[in-house]
């Protein structure tokens, strides 16, 4: 469970910033090994192997040792990708088109905001 999150964590991470890989633990994680980790929460959440709060909590350990490591980890939106895309009550199909669209909304509301 705690290698899914962290998974997950990392590469929404790299993802926000451009990166479409991340070296984590001496592998090089991408996006359809993020998208199997949050499928396996997802599954293991839907069926009761696992409980919110202990998935909750692993969430904020990971969350915590990733702003510890990456101090510029953009750690708010990735634990909103990650509820938005891991908790949901039905599992999204994927998490890009959900996470590109807000990114792309938030872009252009801090380019506006610049250009002001």
């Known amino acids: 469970m705690r290698a899914n999150i962290a998974v997950a964590l990392r590469y929404f991470d790299a993802w926000l910033r451009g990166s479409g890989a991340v070296a984590l633990d001496g592998l090089m994680e991408d996006a359809a090994a993020a ?32 702003g510890a490591r990456y ?3 953009r750690i708010e939106e990735v634990r909103e990708i990650f509820e938005r ?32």
């Not at 499928?39 to 990733?66: P, S």
């Not at 792309?104 to 905001?113: D, K, M």
């Open 71 to 73: 101090p510029w980890a």
């Open 85 to 116: 895309n891991v908790l949901a009550r039905e599992l999204p199909a994927f998490f890009a088109p959900d996470a590109y669209s807000r990114q792309l909304v938030q872009q252009a509301e801090v380019t506006t905001y610049d250009q002001a």
């Open 35 to 66: 998208e199997i980790a949050r499928a396996q929460i997802w599954q293991w959440l839907r069926h009761g192997a696992v409980d919110r709060d202990t998935v909750l909590g692993l969430l904020d350990e990971e969350i915590a040792a990733l």
